[in-house]
Nanobody
Framework: QVQLVESGGGLVQPGGSLRLSCKAS????????IGWYRQAPGKERELVGF???????NLSDSVKGRFTISRDAVENTVYLEMSSLRPDDTAVYYC????????WGQGTQVTVSL
């Protein structure tokens, strides 16, 4: 089973940008749909967006126009590129095969603050 590992989180000021990486242990195209999720303190985990193996991308209304998802087939990596970050984007971000039985990773913390 291909495993996914997130990285790239950190502290960024409001209005700043950050790029998260989701590295696959094998062929990233073997996963039909990869989702980016986030969980803010005291809130339920939410789907931020996803990319299908065929390239279709969908983003939630809360991040549309600010976040994008891209993929590097050579690196077997999917990226979540975030800009115009706001304090309410603060959360632990996860990438995951959206299949219900796929495991969750450790996530990467993103903190948007002065």
């Amino acid at each position: 089973q291909v495993q996914l590992v997130e990285s790239g989180g950190g502290l960024v000021q409001p209005g700043g940008s950050l790029r998260l990486s989701c590295k696959a242990s094998g062929n990233i195209y073997s996963i039909s749909t990869i989702g980016w999720y986030r969980q803010a303190p005291g809130k339920e985990r939410e789907l931020v967006g996803f990319i299908k193996a065929g390239g279709f991308i969908n983003l939630s209304d809360s991040v549309k126009g600010r976040f994008t998802i891209s993929r590097d087939a050579v690196e077997n990596t999917v990226y979540l590129e975030m800009s115009s970050l706001r304090p309410d984007d603060t959360a632990v971000y996860y990438c995951k095969d959206i299949s219900p039985k796929a495991p969750w990773g450790q996530g990467t913390q993103v903190t948007v603050s002065l």
